[in-house]
Nanobody, 115 residues
Framework: QVQLVESGGGRVQPGGSLRLSCAAS????????MGWYRQAPGKERELVAN???????NYADSVKGRFTISRDNTKNTVYLQMNHLKPEDTAVYYC?????????WGPGTQVAVSS
């Protein structure tokens, strides 16, 4: 059974940084794609960033240059380093992965950016 557990969310002032982590458990090898979505109040869930096994990354335009996604394939873990945070980054951040033609989601972690 696949489970994803996120950590690292919280409250931070504008311009601050946070690092999200997501560890996937279950009998999986070479997970093709891992990444992060977010959902702000009253808005649709949107892609933040994803990364494939070989390391190629993809970012939403709104976070390019500020966020960095990385992964540790030995631990089935994906990270999201978020710098220069803005109030509009406030959302619930969801980890996800794609494996054997299915998508799996974490429960979400809250990120709040305010002064």
């Amino acid at each position: 059974q696949v489970q994803l557990v996120e950590s690292g969310g919280g409250r931070v002032q504008p311009g601050g940084s946070l690092r999200l982590s997501c560890a996937a458990s279950g009998n999986m090898f070479n997970i093709p794609k891992m990444g992060w979505y977010r959902q702000a109040p009253g808005k649709e869930r949107e892609l933040v960033a994803n990364i494939i096994t070989a390391g190629t990354t993809n970012y939403a335009d709104s976070v390019k240059g500020r966020f960095t996604i990385s992964r540790d394939n030995t631990k089935n873990t994906v990270y999201l380093q978020m710098n220069h945070l803005k109030p509009e980054d406030t959302a619930v951040y969801y980890c996800y992965l794609e494996y054997q033609w299915r998508a799996y989601w974490g429960p979400g972690t809250q990120v709040a950016v305010s002064s």
